[in-house]
């Protein structure tokens, strides 16, 4: 039997992903995925827009001067200095690509754009060209391209092969399609452009998850001849979402039988403990029964079930949890552990520490085993996942102390130390309609920044009544939604964390260029 086509997954966690509203993650926590990116297989890591903010220009830099084994790419309009800041973040670290991406529908071109088609294909084919003074690699993404008339789709695909491109991305940018549809578009665009096989240029699917479909989609379009999916961890992305890389993976995987001709290169045991990472990191929580990372995706409730599973496992369930890095026994540290099976357990979790923040860490770990009995994965990934955080350079304010008075007959009142970059020292006191607002209205005295609270949820990160407690807030900064994480085994003070988290992310998104923005967004000449 021929050997499977070998199928790209092309990650895009770190840019659409990171567009999903109030998801932002900062330097530190976009190259602890991208190391974990490597570790799962990936082929390509889209690490950013670096046009939109010094920080993803950064990240983009970093990863790609750090990153082996995979291609790192850097997303640009068809507007040059867009290009030229991917080149220049990519410069120094061959191997490396641009993707640039112009919309072509209609409605696209004639309301966003306003421009004909033949400028369109114009400006695509002066695109590619300036970004193959870069790079060899270049992709290139009609946006909207479902929705593109296929002559239309036809003529820029050609012509961007004639310019250079390595890799045509067809993107069903607002979710529209259906499976069969969409895998009819790549047989179309195959037949009538010989040259992508003669010169073997790669086509690829992006689909996004407005009708559900996006993982049906892509599989559709890997059915006609397409060899990269654009996917996401927990299918975070724009909107309702990008594919979900674990499903495509797990899809092609499990259904081997079916999809005898297609392989991909990723480490399955490394998708759990990366699902819960991009979890933490961007505060999207994993709804429960969402196939392959979902708190439920293994559990059998009915007995029935159940007694099926204890019999013969694959009689209700089709995949092993351990196979995806579900651990099957939750392994407890505890007051007498020392720093190595610490450091072990971190290292299995999916973290680089170096030795000062282990040290951090480790103390943490004391004082919390001191509170608590058990101390589970769960607990351990919130310590590091805290110190990473304190660790960024663009964290301004740290809470010091808070003391709160509350109760049934009181007018609750916070008084709360907050310290900045300097170690400087600001206290206030404020009322409120409760303790939690109380204090979020003494930290918006102390740093001067005015939000408004969207959302406010409260859950424990493990089980038992001395587990630690997650807030995880939403706040609105002008046009700016941020999330904002805190954990403590004091929910008061989980809560403050949260909020501070929140408005030192703040900080940090509002130096982005908005107007830069997303995929959406109009070119600027
Ligand atoms: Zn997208």
Redesign the pocket.
């Known amino acids: 039997m021929a050997e499977p086509t070998p199928i790209r997954i092309f990650d895009?966690t770190l840019r659409?992903g990171e567009q999903s509203p109030g998801a932002t993650l900062n330097y530190q926590e976009k190259l602890e995925i991208a190391r974990n990116l490597v570790a799962l297989g990936v082929d390509v890591i889209e690490a950013g827009f670096p046009i939109t903010s010094d920080g993803d220009f950064k990240a983009v830099r970093a990863i790609a001067a750090e990153t082996e084994g995979a291609v790192v790419a850097g997303l640009a309009r068809c507007v040059a200095r867009d290009i030229d800041r991917v080149g220049e973040a990519l410069k120094g670290t061959p191997g490396h690509r641009i993707h640039v991406f112009c919309a072509t529908s209609k409605v696209h071109r004639e309301k966003k754009l306003h421009k004909p088609i033949d400028e369109i294909i114009r400006l695509s084919v002066d695109s590619i060209k300036r970004a193959r003074t870069y790079v060899d690699d270049v992709e290139f993404s009609p946006e909207d391209g479902s929705r593109t008339e296929l002559n239309v789709l036809v003529d820029i695909t050609a012509a961007a092969v004639e310019a250079g491109a390595t890799t045509i991305n067809i993107?069903d940018?607002v979710g529209y399609a259906v499976p069969a549809e969409y895998g009819e578009i790549f047989r179309h665009v195959r037949e009538a452009i010989p040259e992508l096989d003669r010169r073997d240029i790669y086509l690829s699917a992006?689909c996004?998850n407005d009708l559900g479909l996006a993982v049906a989609n892509s599989l559709a379009a890997v059915e006609q001849g397409c060899r990269q999916i654009e996917c996401t961890i927990n299918g975070i992305?724009?909107r309702a979402g990008?594919a979900a890389l674990e499903e495509v993976v797990l899809a092609l995987r499990t259904r081997r039988d079916y999809y005898t001709r297609f392989a991909t290169q990723i480490h399955a045991a490394r998708i759990y403990p990366l699902s819960r990472m991009v979890s933490n990191f961007t505060g999207l929580q994993v709804q429960r029964n969402k196939a392959i990372v979902g708190e439920n995706a293994f559990a059998h409730e009915a007995g029935i079930h159940q007694d099926g599973v204890l019999k013969e496992r694959s009689t209700y369930e089709i995949i092993d949890p351990a196979e995806v890095g579900v651990p099957s026994s939750k392994l407890v540290l505890g007051k007498h552990s020392g720093r190595h099976a610490l450091r072990d357990r971190i290292v299995t979790l999916g973290y680089h520490v170096d030795e000062i923040t282990l040290g951090r860490v480790y103390e943490a770990f004391k004082t919390l085993s001191d509170k608590k009995k058990s101390v589970y994965d769960e607990d351990i990934e919130a310590l590091v996942e805290s110190q990473i955080d304190a660790s960024s350079s663009t964290n301004l304010w740290r809470l010091v102390s808070l003391q709160v008075t509350s109760g049934t007959n009181a007018i609750p009142t916070a008084t709360v130390v907050l310290a900045d970059t300097t170690g400087t020292q600001v206290t206030d006191a404020s009322t409120g309609d409760g303790p939690v607002d109380a204090i979020y209205s003494a930290v918006q005295r102390i740093t001067g920044v005015a939000v408004e609270l969207l959302d406010y949820q409260l859950r424990a990160v493990t089980h038992g009544k001395d587990a630690q407690g997650e807030v995880s807030v939403e706040v609105r900064h002008k046009d700016l939604r941020v999330r904002g994480r805190g954990i403590s085994t004091d929910v008061i003070e989980a809560s403050a964390h949260a909020y501070v988290n929140a408005i030192n992310r703040i900080r940090q998104v509002a130096t982005r260029d908005r107007a830069a923005g997303g995929?959406g967004e109009e070119p600027r000449a």
């Open positions: 895009t659409d993107p940018t992006h996004h992305g724009e990008n995929e």
